[in-house]
C-alpha cells in the first residue's frame, strides 16, 4: 500500500512538472495574434501573411475635408493626419484587411481613425489574389 502511494505521488510530481514545463514553453496568445512588424519603403511591395501591400502615397494635413451625407465636413486634429494610399492584393485566397497600425520614429503605435469609418474606401478592404485593391488608411498622429 506504502509503494502505491508512493507510485501515485511519482506520477502527479511528473505529471506537474510536465505541465508546467509545457505552459512556459510555448508562446503566449499575445505573441501569437500580435502583428507581425515588416519593413518596407514607399513603392515597394511587401509581403505579409495572407496579402501583399504596396504604399504609394503618403499626405500629412491639419485638416481633412470629406462628404458625410451629402454635407461637407472639416475634421480637425490636435495633431496630424497622415492619408496612406495602398495598392493590396491576396496571395493564395481572398481575405479581408481590416485594420492598420501607424509605427513613428519613437516606436508609439497609432491605429487608424474611426472617424471616417463611413467612406466606401476605408478599412476593411475585401483582397483577392492576382487583383489589385486601392485602399486608403487616415491615422491622427
Known sequence: MKIRAIGNLLI????????????????HYAELTAPI???????????AR?????LDRV?????????QFGQTKLLTTSGLWAVVTTNLTATSTSTTVTDGAW????????HQTERLSYRQDMPPHAVDPGLERRGLFVFEV
Do not use: E, W
Not at 37 to 47: E, L, M
Not at 59 to 67: D, E, G, P, Y
Not at 103 to 110: C, E, F, S
Open 59 to 67: 499626405v500629412f494635413a491639419r485638416t481633412l475635408k470629406t462628404n
Open 12 to 27: 502527479l510530481c511528473v505529471t506537474v512538472a510536465l505541465s508546467y514545463g509545457m505552459q512556459v514553453s510555448k508562446p
Open 103 to 110: 509605427q513613428g520614429p519613437t516606436g508609439l503605435r497609432y
Open 37 to 47: 512588424p515588416i519593413d518596407g519603403a514607399i513603392h515597394d511591395t511587401v509581403r
Open 50 to 54: 495572407s496579402f501583399d501591400v504596396r
